[in-house]
């Protein structure tokens, strides 16, 4: 049987509900801070598995941060023991290639979307990743993990391979032969390790956790919205292109930020030597 939706904590002001007035069932929304949100998947009986409402749920939340330009970061977390620790199995036991077809593209296109949001995205890790739970975090930016995180592609042992863009993610952060092991062996990797391979930024106490996320993110958001709005895009658009396309890329997208006002802003701040002062608002 299908694990039921955790409900939501009771609103406290800062807690959103999702469109039409109904509350998120499986995820838990809110405000951070001023421009920051934070996401944290709420199944932690069934150790945050995702399944096709979390999915949805998360897509929700993704329709209503790109409608409020007053967000400038995003920190997605887990409840409980894990981050996430993979798939629903209970969802998945009986599904055939069809079934997986559809739940395998719900998950690809939510995770595309996530890395394409026009915002920095930081992953705070704090228990298991595993399967789906690892191809989420790696569709983030950033992955700070605590120091009990554990990551890993299991899928291997039960007879399929990652679905979820594992084979695609993976070898890009870690190396093609770091993965093949991973996915191969389907063993766990500590936190330390994972920063070794590069798959984590950075590893913090599991009290500290959030903390060092919005430390992080408040050093990304005191910077140009601009700037790191066309960051994101040159690095997100020009990583499978050539060297040669990617420069060119790069040059234009330079080009425009040079008539936007924070470059006008950024260039007499330093001059002057005061700290710019930017419009607090993410860019198109």
Not at 61 to 70: G, L, M, Q, V, Y
Not at 96 to 101: F, H
Request: hydrophobic share 40%; charged share 25%; aromatic share 6%.
């Amino acid at each position: 049987m299908v694990q039921k939706p955790i409900k939501t904590a009771k609103t406290n002001g800062n807690w959103r509900k999702g469109g039409e007035g109904l509350e998120y069932e499986n995820i838990l929304f809110e405000m951070k801070k001023e421009h920051v949100a934070l996401i944290t998947v709420n199944r932690p009986k069934a150790l945050n598995a995702l399944n096709d409402d979390v999915l949805k749920e998360l897509n929700q939340a993704f329709d209503e941060i790109e409608a409020d330009k007053n967000i400038l970061g995003l920190i997605i977390t887990g409840a409980g023991r894990s981050f996430v620790a993979g798939a629903d199995l209970a969802q998945l036991r009986d599904y055939g290639p069809e079934e997986n077809r559809a739940n395998a593209g719900l998950a690809q296109d939510t995770f595309t979307r996530l890395e394409n949001l026009p915002l920095p995205t930081i992953a705070a890790v704090n228990g298991f990743a595993l399967g789906g739970g690892n191809e989420l975090a790696m569709s983030c930016d950033i992955r700070i993990a605590s120091e009990k995180a554990k990551f890993g592609q299991p899928e291997a042992s039960l007879g399929v391979p990652p679905c979820f863009g594992g084979t695609q993610r993976l070898p890009r952060l870690v190396g093609y032969g770091m993965a093949k092991e991973m996915i191969y062996t389907g063993r766990m990797v500590r936190a330390e390790e994972a920063k070794e391979i590069g798959l984590v930024n950075k590893v913090v106490e599991p009290e500290e956790l959030l903390s060092a996320a919005e430390v992080m993110m408040d050093q990304i958001i005191g910077k140009s919205p601009r700037g790191i709005r066309y960051s994101k895009l040159i690095l997100n658009e020009t990583v499978d292109m050539s060297l040669a396309e990617g420069l060119e890329f790069e040059k234009n997208i330079s080009a425009i930020c040079y008539g936007l006002p924070d470059k006008k802003e950024g260039f007499h701040a330093f001059l002057e030597k005061r700290d710019p002062v930017y419009e607090m608002k993410r860019p198109e």
